[in-house]
């Protein structure tokens, strides 16, 4: 497969994640529950929310599709699956099941497997793994978000 056809994969693949994440998250961030929230000073306004997730994804496609050139296929797929699942999920758990402390442990799972893609993939990618960097730095900062919330409801 061409370099361009697996960007284009991932592209499908990764905004699937938010469409489906977003479906389990009803009524998500515009519902009582959430509005109701203690939320931390450093939440951001919401519609950094959909900018950032937008870049996040279009970045994380294409530090995807050079990866798949070099690591193990096998390998790839569990960790990728895994951070498919976890980003997923952790929509349902947190906006539509109001469970903030599973929540957090999920988005510490997904934030560690996610910086486990940063740091063991840099030799490897070089420059090109700073590809996956607005993902660990969003993941860092929305798991604090979920930490202050589970500590401050």
Aim: net charge positive; charged share 5%; glycine share 6%.
């Amino acid at each position: 497969m061409k370099h361009w056809q697996r960007v284009i994969l991932f592209l499908i693949v990764n905004f699937a994640a938010l469409g489906i994440g977003g479906l389990l998250q009803d009524p998500g961030p515009m519902g009582d529950w959430y509005q109701s929230l203690n939320k931390a000073p450093w939440t951001p306004p919401g519609w950094v929310f959909g900018t950032a997730w937008t870049l996040i994804m279009v970045c994380f496609s294409f530090f995807m599709a050079y990866l798949s050139n070099i690591e193990q296929r096998n390998k790839l797929i569990v960790l990728f699956s895994i951070q498919f699942f976890l980003n997923v999920i952790w929509n349902a758990v947190f906006f539509s099941h109001h469970m903030m402390g599973l929540s957090l442990v999920i988005i510490t799972a997904l934030t560690l497997l996610v910086g486990f893609f940063l740091f063991n993939y840099t030799q490897d990618l070089k420059t090109k793994a700073i590809l996956i960097a607005p993902y660990f730095i969003w993941l860092c900062i929305a798991t604090s978000l979920n930490a202050y919330a589970l500590l401050n409801n």
